[in-house]
Each structure stands twice: as structure tokens, then as C-alpha cells.
């Protein structure tokens, strides 16, 4: 009797909990919290993510210390958390940025609009869009550091796949070709456009032209590495609607108090005295007598300390003054640390230590609201110059896309700030110059110098197109304490983070044994 009565007690206690549970789903969920987003939200996060300038002073420190000084444009002279690109050093702190930010806040949530929009035939074009950003993000990181987690990258996210494989560089470009192709032949203005998008705000035409200079720019990739594809991919990327030609159609994110420009954050906050216009740069532009010059850089004649840069006057009968004119800049030299930086410094017009060096003019040229440029009109009409040159484009001469890149690069400077504009006298004085028209037998040198000068501020865009073309023809890194010195003096590739051969090691260490030692001077299929 007592375990039929206990059986009854348990039956009564499964019929109350049971009871209780109705409507339990209804009432804990909120009627008035979003219970999903609209994966729109999350090609937004991806595109403003894809800043090459980053969102904040940690993501802007990448193209800082490490491409734009391998490049030889931007360099600062202190070592510890801000060592690489100017000491051709390893940094666990600046090398692994690109890593970070593109896995984690681009590829993650490219993934998720991919996973989410695949076989919604209502939403195609946000798929196709998605597509085209994370094949943009794809090659900076390929480019950067070689062979990568590719095809289960981002899994963690939605498949719970937190120990992705990684794929060869080689087959990665194969993909990133397919995936641009594709995308752009299936975006279609007659299915629901994305008029939320921040980059072009659904204009399915500007989308195309978009990612059809992606393909040119990873068809020209391939110069080297597979000159039969390079060519075929050209010649796919030029069908219509074809490539951003007009500054109108640029790709660009656009910075703002929320979301500011990370170079931008970082030069204008605690760093503004650490980095400084690179003397390779600034020689090459006042050589030539670039007005671009006079857009970029600033002076602070005599400074000693950051202070002394924020106290300078424009007037040259001060002890400490500005001076913005091409003549008064000086670049600190390739390699300095700042004890040799205050030394050279102290011959400079008007004294002072390695504060008096040139910089980005903070007030005008790179301000927190400063775009962030994804692909310009500058960069595809070079490309097309090079193109033409080697044959792989036919209709416009190669001297007209020439001519065409430099000047778009010169009225890019006005989108900086009024102030920085180069007035349409001083842009046909530039390329009607001699040195400045295209001639027979030094193309590349030429194409590959102003495609230098027209990446400016893209850094990883400007280090892979060194490495690819082989000008500017810099001199190798003077610094003693290089890494590469005895490898033909230039970085090649950034190591992979250190954290992730901790966790990921044994499909880090394959990739370290397919591809070569985990070192700065490793060369890339890309680039052999």
C-alpha cells in the first residue's frame, strides 16, 4: 500500500510540474528585446571591420608598426609593444592584429550572414555581399601571413569547429577568384536590395564594380605566382559593369566620432609624438616635387618633446613653429631607434630631437573621421596600366590609366580635408612632368612607385604590391637588430600568432612544414 501511495505522489508531482511548464516559454521571453537580428547588422559590423585603419587604437597599431613601415612611409623609433616593421623584428603584440581582426570581426560574422542567407532566395543579394567581403578579408590575411584556416574558418562560431584546418595559399586564391566571380555574377537588382548596407547602400552596380576590382586586384596577385589565371582573371573582372575608375564609386568606410579611424585614434591620442613620416617617403615625394606632400605632412621645427608639438606656432620668428611647405619636411631615417633619431635630428633646420621630424598633419590629414579606404579608383586604373602593359587588357592605352591613377590619388586628397586638397594646376603640372608620363622600358618602376604612394595609409595593400612588383626599389632595412638582414634585408610575410599555435598547434605546425619556418623572412607562394 505504501508504494502504490508513493506512486501516486509522484504521478501528482509530474502532472503539477508539468502544469507549471505550460506556457513557460512565453512567458520568460521578453515582448519587447529583439530575439534575432537581421543579418544585414552583421555584413555592417563585417564592412566598418574591414577598415584597413581599424576601429580603434589597437587595430590601427597593425598598418603602423608593421606594413607601412615595411614599406618604408611610416616608422616609429621606440622599441617594446610597438617594435616590427621599422626594427624587422617579430612582435607577439602588432603581429597578430591583422589575425585578430579579421577573423574575429569580419570573417565570424561574414560566416553568419553566409550560414544564415544561403538558401533564402529573397535575400541573394546580401549572400553575394557577404561573399565579396569576406573574399576582401581572405586575401589580407593569406597575404599576410600564408597558408590559414580557409574553408572551416569561422566555424567556431556556427559549427562549434574551434581547431580549424589550414589551407594552402594556392588553393585559397583559387577560392577567393571562384567566390568573387560567382558573387558578383549573382547579384541582381530585381530581388530585394539591401538599402541598409553602409558601403554602398544596396547599389547592386556599385557592389559589382566593387568586387570586379577585388578579382583585378587578385588576377594581378597573381603576376607571379600563375601569370596564365592572372591574365584570365583580368579579363573576367573587366566584364560588366567593370572596376571603380571615378573616385565617385570608391569603397571606402566612413569613419566617424563612433566609429573612428584606428590609425587616426592612435596618432591622435597617447602616440601622437611615436610615429613619424618615413625619409624614403618623404625624399621620393619632394624629388619629384608631389603636391601630395604639402597634403600629408607637417613639421614641428625645434621640438624636443610632445609637448614642444603641441605648443608650436605658425610663425617661423618662433623658437618652435609649423612649417607644412615641401621643402621644410624631413623623414626620419629607415631603422632608427631614438637615441640615432635624436642624433640625426640634431642637424635638422631649427634643432631639436626626433620629435622635429615630419609627420601626418593630425589636424588635417588623418583625423578620426578619416575614411578608410578599401579599394579607390587610384588603385585600379594603376593595375589596369600594369595590365594593359603586359597585354592582358586592350582598348585604353596603358599611359591614359597611368595618368588616370595619379591624378584620381591626387583628388582623393580633398576627401581628407578640405585644407588637403591639390588644386587641378598642380595635378597637370605633376603628370604632364617628364618623370611622371609612362615611358617604354621602365613601366613597372613607374606603376609600381605610384601604386606605393596611391596605398598610403592601406597598409597591408601596399606591402603585398611591393612584395608582388618589386618597386619603389627601396634600400633594405639599415637596422642592426634586423631579423631578415641575412635574407635580402626585407620582411616577406608576419608569424602566426602565438596564441594560436598554443591552441590550433598541430594544424599549425603542419602548415609551418608545408609553407617553411614561422619566420618574417619565409616567402609566400604568392611572391616567390
Same mark, same amino acid.
Given at each position: @500500500?505504501?508504494?502504490i501511495?508513493?506512486?501516486?505522489?509522484?504521478?501528482?508531482?509530474?502532472v503539477?510540474?508539468?502544469?507549471?511548464d505550460?506556457?513557460?516559454?512565453?512567458?520568460n521571453?521578453?515582448?519587447?528585446?529583439?530575439?534575432?537580428?537581421?543579418?544585414?547588422? @552583421?555584413?555592417?559590423?563585417?564592412?566598418? +571591420?574591414?577598415s584597413?585603419?581599424?576601429?580603434?587604437?589597437? +587595430?590601427g597599431?597593425?598598418?603602423?608598426?608593421? /606594413?607601412a613601415?615595411?614599406?618604408?612611409?611610416?616608422?616609429?623609433?621606440?622599441?617594446?609593444?610597438?617594435?616590427?616593421?621599422?626594427?624587422?623584428?617579430?612582435?607577439?603584440?602588432?603581429?597578430?592584429?591583422?589575425?585578430?581582426?579579421?577573423?574575429?570581426?569580419?570573417?565570424?560574422?561574414?560566416?553568419?550572414?553566409?550560414?544564415?542567407?544561403?538558401?533564402?532566395?529573397?535575400?541573394?543579394?546580401?549572400?553575394?555581399?557577404?561573399?565579396?567581403?569576406?573574399?576582401?578579408?581572405?586575401?589580407?590575411?593569406?597575404?599576410?601571413? $600564408?597558408d590559414?584556416?580557409?574553408?572551416?574558418?569561422g566555424?567556431?562560431?556556427?559549427?562549434?569547429?574551434?581547431?580549424?584546418? %589550414?589551407?594552402?595559399?594556392?588553393?585559397?586564391?583559387?577560392?577567393?577568384?571562384? /567566390?568573387?566571380? /560567382?558573387?558578383?555574377?549573382?547579384?541582381?537588382?530585381?530581388?530585394?536590395?539591401?538599402?541598409?548596407?553602409?558601403? %554602398?547602400?544596396?547599389?547592386?552596380?556599385?557592389?559589382?564594380?566593387?568586387?570586379?576590382?577585388?578579382?583585378?586586384?587578385?588576377?594581378?596577385?597573381l603576376?607571379?605566382?600563375?601569370?596564365?589565371?592572372?591574365?584570365a582573371?583580368?579579363?573576367?573582372?573587366?566584364?560588366?559593369?567593370?572596376?571603380?575608375?571615378?573616385?565617385?564609386?570608391?569603397?571606402?568606410?566612413?569613419h566617424?566620432?563612433?566609429?573612428?579611424?584606428?590609425?587616426?585614434?592612435?596618432?591622435t591620442?597617447?602616440?601622437?609624438?611615436?610615429?613619424?613620416?618615413?625619409?624614403?617617403?618623404?625624399?621620393?615625394?619632394?624629388?619629384t616635387?608631389?603636391p601630395?606632400?604639402?597634403?600629408?605632412?607637417?613639421?614641428?621645427?625645434?621640438?624636443?618633446?610632445?609637448?614642444?608639438q603641441?605648443?608650436?606656432?605658425n610663425?617661423?620668428?618662433?623658437?618652435l613653429?609649423?612649417?607644412k611647405?615641401?621643402?621644410?619636411?624631413?623623414?626620419?631615417?629607415?631603422?632608427?631607434?631614438?637615441?640615432?633619431?635624436?642624433?640625426?635630428?640634431?642637424?635638422?633646420? $631649427?634643432?631639436?630631437?626626433?620629435?622635429?621630424?615630419?609627420?601626418?598633419?593630425?589636424?588635417?590629414?588623418i583625423?578620426? $573621421?578619416?575614411?578608410?579606404?578599401?579599394v579607390?579608383?587610384?588603385?585600379?586604373?594603376l593595375?589596369?596600366?600594369?595590365?594593359?602593359?603586359r597585354?592582358?587588357?586592350?582598348?585604353?592605352?596603358?599611359?591614359?590609366?597611368?595618368?588616370?591613377?595619379?591624378?584620381?590619388? @591626387?583628388?582623393? @586628397?580633398?576627401?581628407?580635408?578640405?585644407?588637403?586638397?591639390?588644386?587641378?594646376?598642380?595635378i597637370?603640372?605633376?603628370?604632364?612632368?617628364?618623370?611622371?608620363?609612362?615611358?617604354?622600358?621602365? /613601366?613597372?618602376?613607374?606603376?609600381g612607385?605610384?601604386?606605393?604612394?596611391?596605398?598610403?595609409?592601406?597598409?597591408?595593400?601596399a606591402?603585398?604590391?611591393?612584395?608582388?612588383?618589386g618597386f619603389?626599389?627601396?634600400?633594405?632595412?639599415?637596422?642592426?637588430?634586423?631579423?631578415?638582414?641575412?635574407?635580402?634585408?626585407?620582411?616577406?610575410?608576419?608569424?602566426?600568432?602565438?596564441?594560436?599555435?598554443?591552441?590550433?598547434?598541430?594544424?599549425?605546425?603542419?602548415?609551418?612544414?608545408a609553407?617553411?619556418?614561422?619566420?618574417?623572412?619565409?616567402k609566400?607562394?604568392?611572391?616567390?
Open positions: @500500500m505504501k508504494k501511495f508513493n506512486l501516486c505522489l509522484l504521478a501528482l508531482a509530474l503539477v510540474i508539468s502544469s507549471c505550460d506556457g513557460f516559454d512565453a512567458l521571453t521578453s515582448k519587447v528585446a529583439a530575439t534575432t537580428n537581421d543579418p544585414v547588422l @552583421m555584413l555592417n559590423s563585417a564592412i566598418i +571591420s574591414s584597413p585603419a581599424g576601429l580603434n587604437p589597437g +587595430s597599431t597593425s598598418t603602423l608598426s608593421y /606594413e613601415a615595411l614599406v618604408q612611409q611610416i616608422i616609429a623609433s621606440n622599441g617594446g609593444v610597438i617594435a616590427g616593421g621599422n626594427w624587422n623584428q617579430k612582435s607577439g603584440t602588432n603581429g597578430p592584429l591583422n589575425w585578430i581582426n579579421y577573423y574575429q570581426n569580419v570573417v565570424r560574422f561574414t560566416n553568419d550572414v553566409i550560414t544564415r542567407t544561403k538558401t533564402d532566395a529573397n535575400r541573394t543579394n546580401l549572400y553575394n555581399m557577404a561573399r565579396i567581403i569576406q573574399a576582401h578579408a581572405f586575401m589580407i590575411l593569406t597575404e599576410t601571413y $600564408g590559414i584556416p580557409y574553408t572551416e574558418a566555424g567556431g562560431y556556427t559549427s562549434s569547429n574551434f581547431f580549424p584546418k %589550414y589551407d594552402t595559399q594556392q588553393s585559397i586564391y583559387d577560392d577567393i577568384i571562384k /567566390e568573387l566571380t /560567382e558573387a558578383v555574377a549573382n547579384l541582381d537588382a530585381s530581388v530585394k536590395v539591401e538599402t541598409s548596407d553602409v558601403l %554602398y547602400k544596396g547599389n547592386i552596380t556599385n557592389w559589382k564594380k566593387f568586387g570586379n576590382s577585388l578579382l583585378l586586384r587578385a588576377g594581378m596577385r603576376s607571379k605566382a600563375n601569370p596564365t589565371k592572372a591574365q582573371t583580368v579579363a573576367v573582372a573587366l566584364t560588366a559593369p567593370g572596376v571603380i575608375l571615378v573616385n565617385a564609386d570608391n569603397a571606402f568606410v566612413a566617424d566620432g563612433n566609429f573612428s579611424n584606428g590609425i587616426a585614434a592612435t596618432v591620442g597617447t602616440e601622437y609624438a611615436t610615429y613619424y613620416l618615413a625619409k624614403p617617403f618623404v625624399d621620393a615625394l619632394q624629388s616635387n608631389d601630395r606632400l604639402t597634403s600629408i605632412a607637417i613639421r614641428y621645427v625645434g621640438a624636443s618633446s610632445g609637448a614642444d603641441n605648443t608650436a606656432i610663425t617661423p620668428t618662433a623658437t613653429y609649423t612649417d611647405t615641401a621643402a621644410g619636411q624631413y623623414g626620419m631615417p629607415m631603422g632608427s631607434d631614438d637615441n640615432s633619431a635624436n642624433g640625426a635630428a640634431a642637424s635638422l633646420p $631649427g634643432g631639436g630631437k626626433y620629435q622635429a621630424f615630419s609627420q601626418m598633419d593630425r589636424n588635417r590629414f583625423k578620426r $573621421g578619416t575614411p578608410g579606404y578599401l579607390t579608383a587610384a588603385q585600379c586604373n593595375l589596369l596600366a600594369e595590365a594593359t602593359f597585354g592582358w587588357a586592350t582598348g585604353t592605352p596603358a599611359a591614359t590609366y597611368f595618368t588616370a591613377g595619379i591624378t584620381a590619388h @591626387m583628388n582623393q @586628397m580633398a576627401s581628407y580635408d578640405p585644407s588637403s586638397a591639390i588644386s587641378a594646376t598642380a597637370s603640372n605633376y603628370v604632364a612632368a617628364p618623370a611622371n608620363i609612362l615611358t617604354p622600358g621602365t /613601366e613597372l618602376q613607374q606603376i612607385y605610384q601604386y606605393w604612394i596611391a596605398s598610403f595609409l592601406d597598409g597591408p595593400e606591402f603585398a604590391n611591393f612584395r608582388r612588383i619603389p626599389a627601396l634600400a633594405p632595412n639599415p637596422y642592426p637588430g634586423s631579423e631578415v638582414k641575412d635574407s635580402g634585408g626585407f620582411v616577406n610575410r608576419l608569424a602566426y600568432p602565438v596564441s594560436e599555435i598554443a591552441v590550433n598547434t598541430a594544424h599549425v605546425q603542419a602548415a609551418i612544414a609553407q617553411g619556418p614561422d619566420e618574417l623572412a619565409t609566400m607562394w604568392l611572391f616567390k
